[in-house]
């Protein structure tokens, strides 16, 4: 699904925000530098929802949507009981008539539509468009973001149908022997797009089986190796040696590739920043998956904490969240099927709470005592 929100303004109101306006501005010109400013508006964000929303809107800009959606959310509900609103539950309703509440819900509906959370952020989209007071031209702006991401979330299905279609189209081909390269590597994209659509990890599985074989190919070769390392990035792999194999071949033939720079920090603040969004990440799907009403609404973020744990077995929070979350809804072996990926280190007090709770933690994760 395309994300129309890329193309958003951030913040939303540079007439109500006009400090944030100029950090977004800064981070937009000197991206390799963007820590800094987002370490300089976090140390202000304790005094007040406009710094707290300064904030939210530098992580944004930084590119970390659930880090920023945190900040933002904090910000709104802060503002919103401040006007007289109601802050509780994950749509917070009232302060209709104040058209800095407005903005702040509008800049919080982005981050959700830019971390996948399409459906939230249209009703954030639609409680913002309530307030009528402000500039017009901002009212009806709110209303083309919302129809943008409802026609976009509209095309869901139909996407689906087709990729699955498609993909149950060139694995025919395969089994009777007459698929070509191009075929294997349409198959290929097929999965993967399934896989993002539903973070099915069976589809990225089914993808990851085609491009490994694919990779060798003289014709697709440098592309289905591409593609296969970037869907390691964002979903993992069932063989950590092949993970790095794929990555040390694809620095050989295609150097310059975007999919390694994406994988890559530039620096120590690039690396605190890519930390800070995978540990919120895996802290908001959590909390979206304890607060879904019922198991179909709660999936969702489930699945994506899951593949989560198995991309990034270096963070074990990622791991951790989703092997608690899991044996929450009494599914103890997705439990500890998602320990099972992390590497670590946990410490003893960790272990011992998750043995507690009946799960394993492998040596190799437990944190090592120094010697002496």
């Given at each position: 699904?395309?994300?129309?929100?890329?193309?958003?303004?951030?913040?939303?109101?540079?007439?109500?925000?006009?400090?944030?306006?100029?950090?977004?501005?800064?981070?937009?010109?000197?991206?390799?530098?963007?820590?800094?400013?987002?370490?300089?508006?976090?140390?202000?964000?304790?005094?007040?929802?406009?710094?707290?929303?300064?904030?939210?809107?530098?992580?944004?800009?930084?590119?970390?949507?659930?880090?920023?959606?945190?900040?933002?959310?904090?910000?709104?509900?802060?503002?919103?009981?401040?006007?007289?609103?109601?802050?509780?539950?994950?749509?917070?309703?009232?302060?209709?008539?104040?058209?800095?509440?407005?903005?702040?819900?509008?800049?919080?509906?982005?981050?959700?539509?830019?971390?996948?959370?399409?459906?939230?952020?249209?009703?954030?989209?639609?409680?913002?468009?309530?307030?009528?007071?402000?500039?017009?031209?901002?009212?009806?702006?709110?209303?083309?973001?919302?129809?943008?991401?409802?026609?976009?979330?509209?095309?869901?299905?139909?996407?689906?149908?087709?990729?699955?279609?498609?993909?149950?189209?060139?694995?025919?081909?395969?089994?009777?022997?007459?698929?070509?390269?191009?075929?294997?590597?349409?198959?290929?994209?097929?999965?993967?797009?399934?896989?993002?659509?539903?973070?099915?990890?069976?589809?990225?599985?089914?993808?990851?089986?085609?491009?490994?074989?694919?990779?060798?190919?003289?014709?697709?070769?440098?592309?289905?190796?591409?593609?296969?390392?970037?869907?390691?990035?964002?979903?993992?792999?069932?063989?950590?040696?092949?993970?790095?194999?794929?990555?040390?071949?694809?620095?050989?033939?295609?150097?310059?590739?975007?999919?390694?720079?994406?994988?890559?920090?530039?620096?120590?603040?690039?690396?605190?920043?890519?930390?800070?969004?995978?540990?919120?990440?895996?802290?908001?799907?959590?909390?979206?998956?304890?607060?879904?009403?019922?198991?179909?609404?709660?999936?969702?973020?489930?699945?994506?904490?899951?593949?989560?744990?198995?991309?990034?077995?270096d963070q074990p929070h990622c791991a951790v969240a989703a092997a608690l979350i899991h044996l929450g809804k009494g599914?103890?072996?997705?439990?500890?099927?998602?320990?099972?990926?992390?590497?670590?280190?946990?410490?003893?007090?960790?272990?011992?709470?998750?043995?507690?709770?009946?799960?394993?933690?492998?040596?190799?994760?437990?944190?090592?005592?120094?010697?002496?």
């Amino acid at each position: 699904m395309q994300d129309p929100s890329s193309a958003w303004r951030v913040p939303f109101s540079a007439r109500a925000f006009p400090e944030s306006a100029a950090v977004a501005q800064w981070i937009t010109r000197n991206r390799h530098e963007a820590w800094r400013a987002v370490r300089g508006a976090e140390r202000r964000a304790e005094a007040g929802p406009e710094q707290r929303h300064l904030y939210g809107v530098a992580l944004l800009a930084a590119g970390l949507p659930f880090a920023a959606w945190k900040e933002l959310r904090e910000a709104e509900y802060a503002a919103s009981e401040a006007a007289g609103g109601k802050s509780q539950g994950l749509l917070p309703e009232g302060a209709d008539d104040d058209p800095t509440v407005r903005a702040l819900r509008a800049d919080l509906a982005t981050a959700s539509a830019r971390c996948g959370l399409g459906d939230l952020a249209v009703n954030q989209l639609l409680e913002a468009s309530k307030c009528l007071q402000g500039p017009d031209g901002e009212w009806v702006e709110l209303m083309q973001r919302g129809e943008e991401l409802t026609t976009a979330l509209n095309k869901r299905n139909p996407e689906r149908s087709l990729h699955r279609l498609r993909s149950a189209y060139f694995a025919e081909l395969s089994e009777r022997g007459e698929a070509g390269s191009l075929h294997r590597l349409e198959h290929a994209k097929s999965l993967l797009a399934l896989g993002d659509l539903d973070h099915s990890i069976a589809d990225f599985d089914a993808a990851e089986d085609v491009l490994v074989p694919l990779g060798e190919d003289e014709e697709v070769g440098d592309v289905a190796l591409e593609l296969l390392v970037g869907m390691h990035l964002r979903a993992g792999t069932r063989d950590r040696e092949l993970r790095e194999r794929s990555r040390r071949k694809l620095h050989r033939v295609r150097p310059h590739s975007a999919v390694l720079r994406e994988g890559a920090d530039a620096d120590d603040g690039s690396r605190v920043l890519r930390n800070l969004e995978t540990q919120h990440t895996a802290g908001i799907l959590g909390f979206l998956a304890e607060a879904a009403k019922d198991p179909d609404q709660a999936r969702p973020f489930l699945d994506r904490l899951f593949l989560m744990a198995r991309a990034h077995p270096d963070q074990p929070h990622c791991a951790v969240a989703a092997a608690l979350i899991h044996l929450g809804k009494g599914e103890h072996t997705k439990a500890q099927q998602a320990l099972d990926f992390t590497d670590g280190p946990l410490g003893d007090r960790d272990c011992a709470g998750l043995a507690a709770l009946g799960l394993t933690v492998a040596p190799s994760a437990r944190a090592r005592k120094e010697a002496g």
